[in-house]
């Protein structure tokens, strides 16, 4: 521990909480420390948004074969998204902040920190 009473790991586990499902690792390895724990969940759960997006995205390209083309865009869009999404919550979160995603946050826990 370091003189704050946090882990010298905690920059890392900040960073690996949004690195899709890597999320967990903070979550397995940082049981004590609630802000990481937060910004595991809420990674955890922007990642989870995004795969069922695509998932659906997949299944009606599947089901309507005229939307196919859209399929490649959509995915795009998402993608660019998630990483922009992902690295503005990884620079928040290392600067002491919490990126409040609307609809998905909120399934993360309180928004105030502990």
């Known amino acids: 521990m370091t003189a704050a009473g946090s882990s010298p790991m ?33 990674g955890l759960w922007l990642f989870g948004t995004v795969l069922a997006a695509g998932m659906a995205a997949t299944f009606i390209g599947i089901a309507v074969p005229s939307l196919t083309c859209l399929y490649v865009v959509a995915m795009a869009i998402a993608s660019l998204a998630y990483v922009m999404i992902a690295v503005l919550a990884i620079v928040k979160a290392l600067e002491g902040q919490r990126l409040i995603i609307p609809g998905i946050s909120s399934h993360a826990g309180p928004s105030e920190p502990d």
């Open 10 to 42: 905690r920059p890392w586990f900040l960073v690996l909480a949004y690195l899709a499902f890597l999320g967990f690792i903070p979550l397995l390895l940082e049981p004590h420390d609630p802000e990481v724990r937060w910004h595991a969940r809420n």
